[in-house]
Nanobody, 112 residues
Framework: QVQLVESGGGLVQAGGSLRLSCAAS????????MSWYRQAPGKQRELVAT???????KYADSVKGRFTVSRDNAKSSVYLQMNSLKPEDTAVYYC??????WGQGTQVTVSS
């Protein structure tokens, strides 16, 4: 059974930082691309960042230079370091493994 468990969300002031974590089980982690998505109220879920099994990364234009995705294959975990947070970053953040598996999400709220 595949499980993805996100943690690290919370309330932060604009300009602050948060680090999200996603721990995976039930998959061969090192062979999976891992992604972070987010969904704000009333909006569609959008891709934030992806890290391939080779370590290559891609980012949404809105977060480039502020967010960094990384992975630790030994811990079957993926991370999202979020700096210089803005109120528009407020959303539920989801971890995704490959093309099929989603975590339950973690709330990030950025106050102005």
């Amino acid at each position: 059974q595949v499980q993805l468990v996100e943690s690290g969300g919370g309330l932060v002031q604009a300009g602050g930082s948060l680090r999200l974590s996603c721990a995976a089980s039930g998959i061969i982690f090192r062979f999976n691309a891992m992604s972070w998505y987010r969904q704000a109220p009333g909006k569609q879920r959008e891709l934030v960042a992806t890290i391939g099994f080779t370590g290559s990364t891609k980012y949404a234009d809105s977060v480039k230079g502020r967010f960094t995705v990384s992975r630790d294959n030994a811990k079957s975990s993926v991370y999202l370091q979020m700096n210089s947070l803005k109120p528009e970053d407020t959303a539920v953040y989801y971890c995704k493994a490959g093309s099929d598996f989603w975590g339950q999400g973690t709330q990030v709220t950025v106050s102005s």
